[in-house]
């Protein structure tokens, strides 16, 4: 959150347990209430059964509220073929949690749609 409005979701963060935390800096952000854009790290791996069920309820809770800030959430994939697979399941993540996906190939790429989206 040190770079808002642009949030980076870092590859390092994402470890069993990590989901405790990361509700305290969504709500953070929430509560922050100005608007912002997530960045979603190339090489986000696997989360434990848990966090991603302790996501998914949060984000079930908070769909409107986050709606309301979060301009999209953008998943960096440089590799062609996973970006395609990504960009597939954007419509389907972004009706079930309120806010647009985009996948970009590139940092410089993401943080350039960013920008625009931010109004930059």
Request: glycine share 6%; net charge neutral.
């Amino acid at each position: 959150m040190s770079e808002f409005p642009v949030v980076r979701s870092r590859a390092t963060a994402v470890r069993p347990g990590y989901a405790t935390q990361w509700e305290r800096e969504m709500n953070a952000l929430l509560e922050h209430a100005s608007p912002f854009v997530l960045l979603m790290e190339e090489g986000q791996p696997q989360e434990s059964h848990d966090d991603r069920k302790a996501r998914g309820l949060w984000l079930k809770r908070n769909k409107t509220a986050l709606a309301s800030f979060c301009k999209a959430v953008i998943i960096i994939e440089p590799d062609a073929v996973q970006r395609e697979a990504f960009q597939a399941q954007t419509a389907m993540a972004a009706k079930a949690f309120g806010v647009p996906m985009e996948v970009a190939a590139s940092k410089a790429g993401a943080e350039e749609l960013a920008g625009r989206l931010l109004g930059r």
